[in-house]
T-cell receptor
């Protein structure tokens, strides 16, 4: 009974490369959320997706960042042309519904380091 | 512009005593609050929550208090145990707006 699975755990990229972060939600969960944690900061909401739909992307930077949650397969957070400021821990969470106060179950995160 | 603030970055408590973690918020439209606990190199795990229609919710050693007029909530852990040492995040609905966290250290 796997929880939320994120891979890779650690990802190193050089400036200008692309980063792809994957998230497989808990079984039976169709709602996925992405958060970013900068050093010494809290988790900041980036995007909320349901299968094949972006519901809320109010926290996503306007450029270079995109997310998807296809009908089949994991959710992907894609960062194009990475810069040093993108270095952070990226957490994915999932839930079974989107009700008020719905508990989110988090993965262990992907630590992105941009050289 | 932080909507959820945890003004104490760290707290140290003796084992067996009470730990009180505080959280302030600015948006009176928030209607649900949650506390998450995070160990190093792991994702946050849900601890306890409270609806804005309540002022207290208790679960074992953990109690959350909500003061809507002051826009303040607090998490009480009693008695504190060394295994409680972690970073605690306060979060508010919707889409979970998180505070910066308070690192709790419980000393044996």
């Amino acid at each position: 009974n796997a929880g939320v699975m994120q891979n890779p755990r650690h990802l190193v990229r050089r400036r200008g490369q692309e980063a792809r972060l994957r998230c497989s939600p808990m079984k039976g969960h169709s709602h996925v959320y992405w958060y970013r944690q900068l050093p010494e900061e809290g988790l900041k909401f980036m995007v909320y997706l349901q299968k094949e739909n972006i519901i809320d992307e109010s926290g996503m930077p306007k450029e270079r960042f995109s997310a998807e949650f296809p009908k089949e397969g994991p959710s992907i957070l894609r960062i194009q042309q990475v810069v040093r400021g993108d270095s952070a821990a990226y957490f994915c969470a999932s839930s079974s519904t989107s009700g008020l106060g719905e508990k989110l179950f988090f993965g262990s995160g992907t630590q992105l380091s941009v050289l | 512009d932080q909507q959820v603030k945890q003004n104490s970055p760290s707290l140290s408590v003796q084992e067996g005593r009470i730990s009180i973690l505080n959280c302030d918020y600015t948006n009176s439209m928030f209607d649900y609050f949650l506390w998450y606990k995070k160990y190093p190199a792991e994702g946050p795990t849900f601890l306890i929550s409270i609806s804005s229609i309540k002022d207290k919710n208790e679960d074992g050693r953990f109690t959350v208090f909500l003061n809507k007029s002051a826009k303040h909530l607090s998490l009480h852990i009693v008695p504190s145990q060394p295994g409680d040492s972690a970073v605690y995040f306060c979060a508010a609905s919707r889409n979970l707006i998180f505070g910066k966290g308070t690192k709790l250290s419980v000393k044996p």
